[in-house]
Nanobody
């Protein structure tokens, strides 16, 4: 069973940066996708970014392009989300999720069946 543990959330001022980590274990295949989602209070879960284990290809939501970067460290089985130029609208609980079967080019929560517990990110002055 895939297990995912997020860390790195916190309180940051607008314009600041944070790096989230997702430690992953339990994969039964070398081919999978790990994604980051976020959920703001009163809103649905939004796909932020994802990365493929086989070729490292990435996808970003338009709202974070140019500000967020997803990366992986295969030796540590960890995926990172580097978040720069943070805005108040980036506030929410950030979750990492994993799937063996996703549709290329999109980040849809229904495609993912393993989820972490989430980490809170608050962007506020």
């Amino acid at each position: 069973q895939v297990q995912l543990v997020e860390s790195g959330g916190g309180l940051v001022q607008p314009g600041g940066s944070l790096r989230l980590s997702c430690a992953a274990s339990g994969f039964t295949s070398d081919v999978y996708t790990i994604a980051w989602f976020r959920q703001a209070p009163g809103k649905g879960r939004e796909g932020v970014s994802c990365i493929d284990s086989s070729d490292g290809s990435t996808v970003y939501a338009d709202s974070v392009k140019g500000r967020f970067t997803i990366a992986r460290d295969n030796a540590k089985n960890t995926v990172y989300l580097e978040m720069n130029s943070l805005k108040p609208e980036d506030t929410g609980v950030y979750y990492c999720a994993a799937s063996y079967n996703v549709v290329a080019g999109v980040i849809v929560a229904a495609d993912y069946d393993s989820w972490g517990q989430g980490t809170q990110v608050t962007v506020s002055s």
